[in-house]
Nanobody, 123 residues
């Protein structure tokens, strides 16, 4: 059974930092690209960042560029999202997901998802 479990969310002041983690099991983690998405209350889910299976390639949403860094540790089956210079508009539930096929930027290209972790940025 494939499981993705996010952690590291919380309440932080604007300008602060958080590091999200996503621990995976039940799948050969290192074979798949991994992505982070987020969904703010009342809004659609949106792409945040993705990292290739090897970690050599990363892609970010414009809103995340320069502030967020995605990384992975294949030995520990874990993917991370370091978030710096957080803004109130970053407030959302953050989900990690395992890429299966298709565009990295579409949620439909991912077949397994975590339960999400809440990030709240106060102004």
């Amino acid at each position: 059974q494939v499981q993705l479990v996010e952690s590291g969310g919380g309440l932080v002041q604007a300008g602060g930092s958080l590091r999200l983690s996503c621990a995976t099991s039940g799948r050969t983690f290192r074979r798949y690209a991994m992505g982070w998405f987020r969904q703010a209350q009342g809004k659609e889910r949106e792409f945040v960042a993705v990292i290739s299976w090897s970690g050599d390639s990363t892609y970010y949403a414009d809103s995340a560029k320069g502030r967020f860094t995605i990384s992975r540790d294949n030995a520990k089956n874990t993917v991370f999202l370091q978030m710096n210079s957080l803004k109130p508009e970053d407030t959302a539930v953050y989900y990690c997901a395992s890429h299966y096929s298709g565009s990295y930027y579409r949620g439909s290209s991912y077949d397994y998802w975590g339960q999400g972790t809440q990030v709240t940025v106060s102004s």
